[in-house]
């Protein structure tokens, strides 16, 4: 088959995610027929490194041998039960293991098949420990500026970026924003630490008005991902977390994009040595090979569910393919390469190889910061640089990157003008010199006039 005839077929019965669907009339849609490690391959042979890891999911290659093996045994003992009043090994030993793993102090996992449901659990079940609590009064939530929790409808409302968000305002319920610890705001001179913590004012302000009716705060630990990759200091999670327990509020951590070691330790919140009442994980969860989530959670919160029957305080909430078996032992395979290969040890020299073959942007014109924690690294290209001035977003100049980059054999896919790097844990610093190299020559000819 040729890259023409999928297209011609996909465009007359498809509609894409997050696509303006009439952008295909110029934007070649690419078909891809196969794919292994970092790279994916078209039906004519033509190849792409997968810069961003599919969606930020893949973490150990396309096609790992590992993680084919463990799904493909699994497909002989089990591929699906219903999970209530029914049990399976893989998601037993998956939560025993889940709960080894994050911070101390997460015991329970509710599973679900995509992290925006992750989040609606998260945000469900703490509404209702407060209900079941005696404090009904508790019903909103603090979230930030600029953040993202995925697009179904309540975690699009504790989301903050208006081109998800705006048009569906009438239908959200309504939430505080607290502003964002985003260090690309700092003053010259000021550090992340000293900007993350002086923009805290306002998370505390809300926090001393509203505590006594917000059931938890949720925030994107580190980096907001989806918000072009804003990034700031670990001390907002510690200034954060004391505040929620002086005043009785529950913390979300969204690790939905920044789990698995991609700010550099297995869990973003481990920087600041924190354990949420809340921790949603995601994409790596399976390595990314299929959809699963958990929302982990502390002893104190499923408790306050555990009664007779009768007392109606249970969590009813319920998804058809909660805990897959398969995906479930994808996430054991994917585990088990985190515990037998010194994943993070060898992420340390691909974050270095990153920072080193993008030490030049700095010095482009139109290039206004690189910011980086650990495997996540950001350009942020602008129109005027000394006064930090981006383009008008209908110029879309992320798109020419986009394009420039699929040309030369590279899936870049910009959050408007932030080009960015968020590789699968098997790319090589070859590999990471040639998507810099690509990057910088694709950031030039977008940034001409
Ligand atoms: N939270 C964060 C931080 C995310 O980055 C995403 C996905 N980009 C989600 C939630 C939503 O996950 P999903 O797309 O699986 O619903």
Not at 26 to 33: A, D, E, G, S, V
Not at 348 to 372: G, I, N, S, Y
């Amino acid at each position: 088959m040729k890259n023409s005839e999928l297209i011609a077929r996909d465009l007359s019965v498809l509609w894409h995610p997050c696509t303006q669907m009439k952008d295909h009339e110029f934007l070649p849609l690419i078909p891809i027929r196969r794919a292994e490690g970092v790279w994916l391959e078209d039906f004519e042979g033509r190849r792409y490194i997968d810069a961003i890891s599919s969606w930020w999911v893949n973490l150990f290659g396309h096609a790992n041998p590992r993680i084919n093996a463990a799904i493909r045994e699994q497909l002989g003992e089990l591929e699906h039960t219903i999970l209530a009043g029914f049990s399976h090994e893989p998601v037993v030993a998956l939560s025993e293991r889940l709960v080894a793993l994050t911070p101390k102090g997460l015991s329970r996992c509710f599973y679900a098949d995509n992290g925006s449901s992750a989040v609606e659990i998260a945000l469900k079940m703490s509404f209702h420990y407060w209900r079941n609590s005696g404090k009904s009064k508790k019903t909103k939530f603090i979230s930030l500026e600029n953040s993202y929790h995925g697009e179904t409808l309540g975690a699009l409302a504790v989301g903050n970026i208006p081109l998800y968000k705006e048009t569906y305002g009438p239908l959200l319920m309504e939430t505080i924003t607290a502003t964002s610890p985003d260090c690309f705001f700092r003053e010259q001179g000021e550090s992340w630490a000293e900007y993350s913590r002086r923009s805290f004012k306002s998370m505390k302000t809300l926090l001393d008005q509203h505590a006594d009716d917000v059931c938890a705060v949720i925030i994107e630990p580190l980096v907001q991902c989806a918000g072009k990759m804003r990034m700031y200091d670990p001390v907002y999670l510690t200034l954060l977390r004391e505040a929620c327990d002086r005043h009785h509020v529950h913390l979300i951590a969204d690790e939905i994009a920044v789990g698995f070691g991609r700010t550099g330790t297995l869990f973003a919140c481990e920087h600041a040595g924190i354990t949420p009442d809340f921790m949603c994980l995601s994409k790596g969860l399976t390595g990314g090979y299929l959809p699963l989530s958990v929302t982990l959670t502390t002893d104190a919160v499923y408790e306050a569910f555990y009664d007779d029957f009768e007392r109606s305080t249970a969590f009813l909430h319920s998804h058809s393919y909660t805990g897959n078996p398969l995906g479930c032992r994808a996430a054991l395979a994917t585990l088990d390469i985190f515990e037998q290969e010194p994943v993070l040890e060898n992420n340390l020299q691909l974050a270095k190889a990153m920072r080193d073959a993008t030490a030049r942007f700095e010095d482009h014109p139109h290039v206004a910061e690189v910011r980086q924690h650990g495997m996540i690294l950001a350009i942020e290209m602008v129109e005027n640089k000394p006064a930090r001035l981006a383009y008008p977003w209908q110029e879309r100049r992320g798109l020419r990157v986009y394009q420039y980059a699929l040309e030369k054999g590279v899936l870049l896919r910009p959050l408007g003008d932030v080009i960015y790097l968020m590789p699968p844990y098997v790319i090589t610093p070859e590999e990471i010199r040639t998507i810099a190299a690509i990057a910088y020559e694709g950031i030039d000819i977008a940034t001409r006039q």
